[in-house]
């Protein structure tokens, strides 16, 4: 059901680096002393991929080089099923133990994972080809997670006093059950935060998990995996299964009694379907096209140095990543200027240290599309103010950090999800004109807005259709904030991660009411029209006392 990153061929490594491209380029970060084969060992991949149910195997790659990563169990849709019976049998268990204890499994994780983050972050780094400070991110996101829902996942949970039907008379008290076994179907591109990160208010609401990572990005899923168990989980309650979406993701969704996806929309509908026909829920994070607008009152310095983080993090492969700059014409001269000078100084690299500011491409998929819409643009009359090349004498997936203006309608860069290090940028005259621009998509996850006015920028805000919008931020406030909801409205999703409304979705509301003293009905020798001239005027009085 995911899709691939290596649908294509992948193409040979080069054993020689090429020069780089005529007249220059972004700079390259200089390489670190260790290698791919230093980190991942056979006795590594060994050890992560014990727990995976698969009777078959498949390979994942690096995309710094092309090169074969690891050699993976790949799993069928009977080894899916297999997984779900050993993912039951373990959660009736685990829903046992109180949601104290369960969540200070999650606060156990929060310590192990900062103090053995290098070992993530060279996964990471390996697996994604993003950069090391980009790897970090993921990091801050899953221990922010994992202290939120440790911290306030019993007070989410606990049962909840209600107003009875008659007060005094009604005790009513709302529970909230395990929904089961959560089917999660993870992507590739934040292979740490949107697999155990997603995970975790799961298990704290007393659920089990069978989730299938990408392929190319398993073994950082499966490391996380190991830390839970060393930090309390019961080893049965997270099951690992691997393969090709098409072939392992509809038996996830098949065997789920809850499905939380992360990908393209074009997927998602399908995963909707799929659990619609089974009457369970669904969440789903989706794709975007996301905007940035900066307001006459910006502050352009601080308002470009913004737009590098929001549109090129990650090298772009980022759902709430900035594709399109909306910008005031007075000042957008201005903006684009010292946007486009910091763009071109970004520096590329391949080293698993700090240092680089940009990655490469996920892979060949990746770099198809990025070429694409810019060459098609450029074709069809737009202008290339930083950027525009690939760069294979860093990587074979290697492409420069691009700002596009003169884009439009026609142009599929305008319209499509790149999910690549290219941006484009429109003027603009009034607000008006920038809310129906930025608001011009059948998208709606994120959204950035610049202005030196803070009470403007939220009332601006209020008006765009996006789950979440930062205020002289990109991205990072919105979601780093966990103790508030996170998600798409239209196309770009369903439902929310993060606050009470992540971890409520994987629970079912349960109301229990207990009657005293007296029925509901006729009774002490009331007949009918009795009983209803009483009820008729208990129901006035309640709500003359706004009794609710």
């Given at each position: 059901?995911?899709?691939?990153?290596?649908?294509?061929?992948?193409?040979?490594?080069?054993?020689?680096?090429?020069?780089?491209?005529?007249?220059g380029?972004?700079?390259?970060?200089?390489?670190?002393?260790?290698?791919?084969?230093?980190?991942?060992?056979?006795a590594?991949v060994?050890?992560?991929?014990?727990?995976?149910?698969?009777?078959?195997?498949?390979?994942?790659?690096?995309?710094?080089?092309?090169?074969?990563?690891?050699?993976?169990?790949?799993?069928?849709?009977?080894?899916?099923?297999?997984?779900?019976?050993?993912?039951?049998?373990?959660?009736?268990?685990?829903?046992?133990?109180?949601?104290?204890?369960?969540?200070?499994?999650?606060?156990r994780?929060?310590?192990?994972?900062?103090?053995?983050?290098?070992?993530?972050?060279?996964?990471?780094?390996?697996?994604?080809?993003?950069?090391?400070?980009?790897?970090?991110?993921?990091?801050?996101?899953v221990?922010?997670?994992?202290?939120?829902?440790?911290?306030?996942?019993?007070?989410y949970?606990?049962?909840?006093?209600?107003?009875?039907?008659?007060?005094?008379?009604?005790?009513?008290?709302?529970?909230?059950?395990?929904?089961?076994?959560?089917?999660?179907?993870?992507?590739?591109?934040?292979?740490?935060?949107?697999?155990?990160?997603?995970?975790?208010?799961?298990?704290?609401?007393?659920?089990a998990?069978?989730?299938?990572?990408?392929?190319e990005t398993?073994?950082?899923?499966?490391?996380?995996?190991?830390?839970?168990?060393e930090?309390?989980?019961?080893?049965?309650?997270?099951?690992?299964?691997?393969?090709?979406?098409?072939?392992?993701?509809?038996?996830?969704?098949?065997?789920?009694?809850?499905?939380?996806?992360?990908?393209?929309?074009r997927?998602?509908?399908?995963?909707a379907?799929?659990?619609?026909?089974?009457?369970?829920?669904?969440?789903?994070?989706?794709?975007?096209?996301n905007?940035?607008?900066?307001?006459?009152?910006?502050?352009?310095e601080?308002?470009?140095?913004?737009?590098?983080?929001?549109?090129?993090?990650?090298?772009?492969q980022?759902?709430?990543?900035?594709?399109?700059?909306?910008?005031?014409?007075?000042?957008?001269?201005?903006?684009?200027a010292?946007?486009?000078?910091?763009?071109?100084?970004?520096?590329?690299?391949?080293?698993?240290?700090?240092?680089?500011?940009?990655?490469?491409?996920?892979?060949?998929?990746?770099?198809?599309?990025?070429?694409?819409?810019?060459?098609?643009?450029?074709?069809?009359?737009?202008?290339?103010?930083?950027?525009?090349?690939?760069?294979?004498?860093?990587?074979?997936?290697?492409?420069?950090?691009?700002?596009?203006?003169?884009?439009?309608?026609?142009?599929?860069v305008?319209?499509?999800?790149?999910?690549?290090?290219?941006?484009?940028?429109?003027?603009?005259?009034?607000?008006?004109?920038?809310?129906?621009?930025?608001?011009?998509?059948?998208?709606?996850?994120?959204?950035?807005?610049?202005?030196?006015?803070?009470?403007?920028?939220?009332?601006?805000?209020a008006?765009?259709?996006?789950?979440?919008?930062?205020?002289?931020?990109?991205?990072?406030?919105?979601?780093?904030?966990?103790?508030?909801?996170?998600?798409?409205?239209?196309?770009?999703?369903?439902?929310?991660?993060?606050?009470?409304?992540?971890?409520?979705?994987y629970?079912?509301?349960?109301?229990?009411?207990?009657?005293?003293?007296?029925?509901?009905?006729?009774?002490?020798?009331?007949?009918?029209?009795?009983?209803?001239?009483?009820?008729?005027?208990?129901?006035?009085?309640?709500?003359?006392?706004?009794?609710?």
């Amino acid at each position: 059901m995911t899709d691939s990153r290596h649908s294509a061929p992948l193409p040979a490594p080069s054993t020689t680096a090429s020069a780089p491209p005529p007249g220059g380029g972004n700079p390259v970060a200089p390489p670190s002393a260790r290698s791919a084969a230093d980190v991942v060992t056979p006795a590594l991949v060994a050890r992560l991929t014990r727990p995976v149910v698969g009777s078959g195997t498949t390979v994942s790659h690096t995309p710094f080089t092309g090169e074969v990563l690891a050699e993976l169990p790949e799993s069928t849709p009977e080894d899916v099923a297999t997984a779900f019976a050993a993912a039951r049998e373990a959660q009736r268990r685990w829903a046992a133990v109180p949601a104290r204890r369960r969540c200070a499994v999650l606060l156990r994780f929060h310590d192990l994972l900062l103090r053995r983050q290098s070992e993530v972050l060279d996964l990471i780094q390996l697996e994604t080809g993003k950069a090391r400070l980009h790897a970090h991110e993921e990091v801050q996101a899953v221990a922010v997670a994992a202290r939120h829902y440790g911290l306030k996942g019993p007070a989410y949970l606990r049962p909840r006093s209600r107003t009875g039907v008659v007060p005094g008379l009604t005790k009513v008290a709302e529970l909230r059950q395990p929904r089961g076994v959560v089917g999660q179907i993870a992507p590739w591109n934040y292979p740490l935060e949107l697999s155990v990160g997603d995970a975790l208010p799961a298990f704290a609401a007393g659920n089990a998990v069978v989730m299938k990572p990408d392929t190319e990005t398993a073994l950082t899923a499966l490391w996380a995996r190991e830390l839970l168990m060393e930090a309390g989980l019961p080893e049965g309650v997270w099951q690992v299964v691997v393969g090709e979406g098409p072939v392992v993701g509809p038996a996830v969704v098949a065997g789920a009694d809850y499905v939380s996806f992360t990908g393209s929309t074009r997927t998602g509908r399908e995963v909707a379907r799929s659990a619609a026909g089974r009457l369970v829920g669904c969440s789903l994070e989706l794709g975007g096209k996301n905007a940035m607008v900066v307001l006459r009152d910006a502050d352009v310095e601080k308002a470009a140095a913004g737009a590098v983080r929001g549109c090129f993090s990650s090298a772009g492969q980022l759902c709430v990543s900035i594709e399109r700059l909306y910008v005031h014409a007075s000042l957008a001269d201005d903006f684009v200027a010292r946007f486009a000078a910091r763009t071109r100084a970004l520096r590329l690299g391949t080293g698993l240290a700090y240092g680089a500011d940009m990655g490469s491409l996920a892979g060949p998929r990746q770099l198809e599309t990025v070429t694409r819409h810019v060459e098609e643009a450029v074709a069809k009359g737009a202008t290339v103010l930083a950027g525009g090349r690939a760069r294979p004498d860093i990587g074979p997936y290697f492409y420069e950090p691009t700002v596009l203006e003169g884009v439009q309608a026609p142009m599929a860069v305008c319209a499509e999800e790149t999910f690549g290090p290219v941006v484009s940028v429109y003027r603009f005259h009034d607000e008006d004109e920038a809310v129906s621009l930025a608001n011009a998509t059948p998208y709606g996850l994120n959204a950035s807005v610049w202005t030196g006015d803070g009470r403007r920028g939220r009332a601006f805000a209020a008006r765009l259709r996006t789950g979440t919008v930062n205020v002289n931020e990109s991205y990072a406030a919105a979601y780093g904030s966990a103790a508030s909801p996170m998600g798409g409205m239209r196309d770009s999703g369903l439902g929310r991660r993060h606050g009470s409304e992540g971890i409520l979705r994987y629970t079912e509301a349960q109301t229990v009411a207990q009657q005293r003293l007296v029925p509901l009905a006729p009774a002490f020798g009331l007949d009918d029209e009795a009983y209803a001239r009483l009820m008729t005027g208990g129901l006035r009085a309640l709500k003359a006392l706004r009794l609710r």
